[in-house]
């Protein structure tokens, strides 16, 4: 077995403590000494680098790339084509270190099996499979033709998401699960790019919310809530969903309920990058398009008040909806709005490993953890070029970037 020593460089350990000189020492494809002066087969010189776990994503969409946001050049790209520019979005998703990432909606247990078995690279992933949403929800492409831009990308393995009424919310549960979804997703509220419906509009009952996530947890699942307006994260958050996400219209009720139950927040800050473009984009409905026209930065207050009241964060981002590559953006947006640059990296390390269910083997550079580690050019705080700066990625051991 070979011993192969980071050494000379600063560590980051995702826990919280400051950075400091030190080395790490892996073998096996686990970290066996975090330490000063550590020997072994290999060096990995890291002098004026610093070390860090590998970085997570909470909330992303490998399947969808932001051309998708044109409703006309989605239905002349065929399924197959869609799926296999996955790998692109893969390996730019890992080429910034984020070696975990629990995918939203969008990617099939077929991508996830082929990134754990090596036939395409990228981070390892949790699947949402598909959301699940009521009709009219956010995740009905219905269109006032009577067009609908997303039953085409209905096929086995992916399951159709629309749901209503305690029964059949129950059934579909059962169905994205049976489909391998790890984690279930569900729209308690609205959405910015659906076309029939208004992100501050609480969607599913409060029973068929209980529902879901009671059929989930009979089965080993957590629920995620793709959720804005302030009732929708309150039914969410009273029925027991694992994550808020988004969380653009959090009212004090609403983040009072969060601290009570645990719920994490996943604010996914990148995606607002992009409202004024969205706003003036041409290839989408103007339905959508009058929903971004001034809407300013909602999600960034929400955060603030979130983050000063001790809510549990995790990053996430919410790619495409500000392009694939731009994901090491949320950690700036956060020190912008109130967190350390520790805190931020935290929220991306330990804090997300443990919402996924994970920090018993990810998140912190730790005697035990599979070792995923980020090595970075220069100051790991410095997150305006840290996209730049990423030198190596290593996951489970191996070198990957």
């Not at 950075?19 to 890291?46: M, P, S, W, Y």
């Not at 890992?94 to 395409?120: F, H, N, P, Q, S």
């Not at 009072?256 to 990148?270: C, K, Q, S």
Request: charged share 25%.
């Amino acid at each position: 077995m070979t011993r192969t020593v980071f050494h000379g460089g600063s560590v980051f350990d995702g826990t919280g403590s400051p950075l400091q000189k030190g080395d790490v020492a892996i073998e096996d494809g686990r970290i066996v000494e975090v330490d000063t002066d550590l020997d072994g087969d290999d060096g990995i010189d890291c002098t004026g680098k610093a070390l860090l776990p590998g970085l997570f994503d909470c909330h992303i969409h490998l399947g969808i790339d932001e051309t998708d946001f044109d409703t006309n050049a989605m239905v002349h790209t065929p399924l197959s084509y869609r799926i296999l520019r996955t790998r692109g979005a893969a390996l730019k998703t890992l080429r910034l270190g984020i070696t975990t990432a629990r995918d939203a909606g969008g990617l099939d247990a077929g991508v996830k099996r082929a990134i754990e078995d090596g036939l395409m690279p990228g981070p390892r992933v949790q699947v949402a499979i598909t959301m699940l949403s009521m009709t009219g929800g956010h995740a009905d492409g219905w269109g006032i033709s009577g067009a609908d831009v997303y039953r085409g990308t209905e096929y086995p393995g992916m399951p159709w998401p629309m749901c209503d009424g305690v029964d059949d919310c129950i059934r579909k549960t059962r169905e994205v699960i049976r489909a391998g979804a790890d984690v279930v997703k569900i729209a308690t509220s609205g959405g910015f790019f659906s076309p029939a419906d208004d992100p501050d509009h609480p969607n599913f009952l409060q029973e068929e919310i209980d529902a879901i996530v009671a059929a989930a947890a009979d089965l080993g699942r957590w629920v995620m809530a793709h959720a804005h307006g302030a009732e929708g994260i309150k039914r969410a958050v009273r029925a027991g969903v694992r994550s808020i996400d988004h969380g653009t219209y959090l009212d004090d009720e609403a983040i009072e309920m969060m601290l009570d139950a645990g719920a994490w927040l996943v604010p996914t800050l990148t995606s607002g990058d992009t409202t004024e473009q969205m706003a003036a984009d041409p290839r989408l409905p103007e339905s959508v398009r009058e929903k971004f026209v001034g809407l300013g930065r909602p999600e960034q207050d929400a955060f603030r008040r979130a983050a000063e009241a001790g809510v549990k964060v995790a990053m996430g981002t919410d790619c495409p909806v500000a392009p694939h590559g731009t994901n090491l953006r949320e950690l700036e947006i956060m020190v912008d709005n109130g967190y350390t640059p520790e805190q931020a990296l935290v929220a991306g390390t330990s804090s997300a490993a443990e919402l996924m269910g994970l920090d018993r083997d990810l998140g912190s550079l730790e005697p035990g953890k599979i070792a995923d580690l980020v090595v970075v050019d220069g100051d790991p705080f410095d997150f305006a070029t840290l996209k730049d700066r990423i030198d190596q990625v290593w996951k489970d051991g191996a070198r990957v970037v």
